[in-house]
C-alpha cells in the first residue's frame, strides 16, 4: 500500500513495541501506529511478521482518526439519496440513542471484537423492543463490515458476535399457514389491499417494492416480477427512487395467479382512463381505494383497519413478508434462492433472521433419519 512507509520494533521502556509509520489519506502528514508492546522481543517480531505480510498482501488497514459514530453517520449520509427521508430519519435516531451513547468518541480503528460483543449484549440486556435491537445491531454492523469492505479496519468483526437470545423473535409473530389461507380468502376482491397482499405472501416483497411497482416490471409471458425501485413521498410529492441496497433489485419467479391479478387490475384501470376517471401517470399496479399512490402509513393503518373487519388478529404488514419466507424454507427451498427472492445483501442476513426455521428443520431432519433408519 501507497500509504504505508514503514513497520518496525522500537525498545521503549524496556518493553518491544511495533510500530507502523504511515500517511494520513485525509492530512497527507505522517502519523505512527503503536500496534502493542512485549517484553520478549520474539513475541514482538513475530507480530511484525505478522504485519508486513498484510501490508505485502495488500490486507493491512490504514489506522483512522475518524470515530465510530461519525463513520455510521457518513456511512447513511452517504446512501441517502435512496432512502427515504423516514428510513433516514430512523437511522440517525438509532446512532443518536442507541449506538452514540456506548461508543461516544472511540475511534472506528480501535474497535474490537470484545468492545463489540459488549454493545451487542448491552443491546439485549436492556428492556428494549426487538425492533429496536435489531434495527441498532443492523445498523451498526453494516458499518463494521463496509469498513472491513473497504480495509478501515483489518478484521471482519461481525462474524465472531454472538447474539443473546430474546424472549420474543421478531419472525414467530407471524400467521400459521390457516391464517394466510383465511387472510387471502377474505382479501379477495378488495381492489385496494389483494395485490399488495399477494405480493408479501408469494412474492417477499417490501412496501416500498409493492407501492413502486409499475405494469412495466411484469414479464407477462414469463411470470417475472422485475423489483428495481421504490415509491416515496417525499415534501408531498411522490417519487420513485432505487432499492435500498443493489440486492435488493432482482428478478422473481411469480405465480399464474399473481399475474393474472395484475393482468384484471391493469384492466380494470385502462377502463378507468378511458372513462377518464384515473390518471396513475407513473403507471403503478397498487393504488389505494381511492385509486392514489400508497404511503407505508396510510397501507399500515388500512391493512390493520381490514383484519379487525375479517376479525383476524393482528401482525405487522412485513410479517406477511416473513410468512414467505418462511414457507420457502420449511417447503425445503435452499437459503440461497430464499436470500435472493427477499432481496438480502448477504445469505447469512437470512440465516440470522430466520435461524428459528432452521431449528425447526433440523428438527424435522432428525425425524426424517429416524423413520428411516429406526
Known sequence: ?????????????????????????????KKQKNHGSFTSKKDADKL????KNDINNNKYSVPSDITFVDR?????????????????????YMIKNHITPFFKDTKLSDITISMFQDFINELYSKDRKLKTITLAR?????????AYRLKEINEKISDFIVYPKKDKDVTTDIYSLDEVKYLLERVTGNKSLEIPIHLFCYCGMRIGEIAGLTFDDIDYENNIINVNKILINDNKEFIFKKPKTTSSIRSIASSNHVIELIKLERKRQNLLKLQGKLINEKNIICLNSRNTYWRASVFAKTYKDFMKIIHLRYVRPHALRHIHATLLLLGGTDMKTVSGRLGHSDVKITMNTYSHVLNEMDRKAVENIEKVLL
Do not use: F, H
Request: aromatic share 12%; glycine share 2%; proline share 2%.
Open 48 to 51: 511484525l511478521v505478522k504485519i
Open 1 to 29: 500500500m501507497n500509504n504505508i512507509k514503514s513497520a518496525y520494533v522500537r525498545t521503549r521502556n524496556n518493553k518491544y513495541c511495533v510500530y507502523v509509520d504511515y500517511i494520513d489519506d485525509i492530512t497527507g502528514k
Open 138 to 146: 443492523n445498523i451498526s454492523i453494516a458499518v463494521l463490515n463496509e
Open 72 to 92: 455510521c453517520y457518513k456511512y447513511y449520509e452517504d446512501k441517502k439519496s435512496y432512502q427515504s427521508p423516514n428510513t433516514t430519519k430512523t437511522t440517525n
